[in-house]
């Protein structure tokens, strides 16, 4: 279990109801989100990062939690933005830059930097293959995304929208297209493992 290595200089000013919201709320969350970060960083170090990060600004923020609501989907979303935020900023190096497409995706944020990106085999050991990991690890970031937060992590499409910030529509395509990839990718897997095709 990853330990935070920060401690609250102001915890002793928290209200009883936020100190409550933070330490049965959030803090539960914590194996859940440095899962989810070491499949955005792919290595320990940013993972830890990430997640001290999330929940620095979590903390800083709290007021604007809702009662009652998805903690780890408010966590995620933390986290997910923190992440891009912090890669723009390493990312950045003087280059020409073409001011006539302003409009730049998610997908191409990341297109030329997939090995930064590839998730560990070991992050979700004992719960799926090398096989289904690899072929995972191949589909496009925003296809990647929606996969491991629908089918692992398992939050409703209302809540991946909210996470990835995009339409419910969106994201239903999304997890159409990467189950559609996995399932030619994995196929002949499939078939060495024993399944067969019911249709």
């Given at each position: 279990m990853l330990l935070l290595n920060f401690t609250f200089t102001a915890t002793s000013l928290?209200?009883?109801?936020?100190e409550h919201i933070f330490n049965h709320e959030f803090?539960?969350?914590?194996?859940?989100?440095?899962?989810?970060a070491m499949y955005l960083s792919g290595n320990e170090e940013d993972a830890n990062d990430l997640v001290q990060d999330t929940y620095m600004r979590a903390f800083q923020?709290?007021?604007?939690?809702?009662v009652g609501s998805n903690p780890k989907a408010w966590l995620f979303r933390i986290l997910k933005n923190?992440?891009?935020?912090?890669?723009?900023?390493?990312?950045?190096?003087?280059?020409?830059?073409?001011?006539?497409?302003?409009?730049?995706?998610?997908e191409e944020l990341y297109a030329n930097?997939?090995?930064?990106?590839?998730?560990?085999k070991d992050i979700f050991q004992n719960m799926i293959g090398?096989?289904?990991?690899?072929?995972?690890?191949?589909?496009?970031?925003?296809?990647?995304?929606?996969?491991?937060?629908?089918?692992?992590?398992?939050?409703?499409?209302e809540e991946i929208a909210k996470i990835v910030d995009a339409p419910v529509g969106?994201?239903?395509?999304?997890?159409?297209?990467?189950?559609?990839?996995?399932?030619?990718?994995?196929?002949?897997?499939?078939?060495s493992m024993g399944y067969e095709d019911k249709r």
């Open positions: 928290m209200s009883d109801q936020k803090m539960p969350q914590i194996d859940a989100l440095f899962n989810f923020s709290i007021e604007t939690y809702q923190n992440f891009i935020n912090e890669y723009r900023k390493k990312s950045r190096r003087p280059q020409a830059v073409d001011y006539g497409d302003s409009s730049i995706t998610e930097h997939t090995s930064f990106l590839d998730m560990r090398d096989e289904v990991t690899m072929a995972i690890n191949s589909l496009p970031v925003d296809l990647k995304t929606v996969i491991v937060l629908c089918d692992i992590e398992g939050f409703k499409y969106t994201v239903r395509s999304r997890i159409h297209r990467a189950r559609n990839m996995l399932k030619k990718q994995l196929w002949s897997y499939a078939q």
